[in-house]
């Protein structure tokens, strides 16, 4: 089973756990005024990497609170655990 480190209720099964897609995107300043095919960009595009991928995670069924994460998409390691507004937690909560 994978366990994945809550940052505020630590480690737990994967089931109670939505991933939420690549973090760090950022919604354009002023949407008005870019193209179509910015606006598809940034809601649609994804890097899809092969290997660490810098994601947003839900612990649903749980604290209901959204985290950022670390994980290598190859071999499902969790490197590190951030919270919203903080440091990033270096610790790993996989098993
Ligand atoms: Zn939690």
């Known amino acids: 089973m994978l366990l994945i480190n809550c940052p505020w209720c630590g480690p737990r099964a994967e089931t109670e756990f939505l991933c ?10 002023n949407p008005e005024n870019i193209t ?11 890097t899809n990497p092969r290997g660490n991928s810098y994601e947003q995670w839900l612990h649903a069924a ?6 950022k994460a670390n994980r290598d998409t190859v071999t499902y390691r ?15 909560g996989q098993e």
């Open 78 to 92: 969790f490197t590190s655990f951030e919270t919203f507004g903080h440091e990033a937690d270096a610790t790993s």
């Open 36 to 46: 179509d095919q910015e606006w598809g960009d940034y809601l649609f595009m994804r």
């Open 20 to 29: 939420g897609g690549e973090a760090g995107i950022a919604r354009p300043l």
């Open 62 to 67: 749980g604290c209901r609170r959204w985290f």
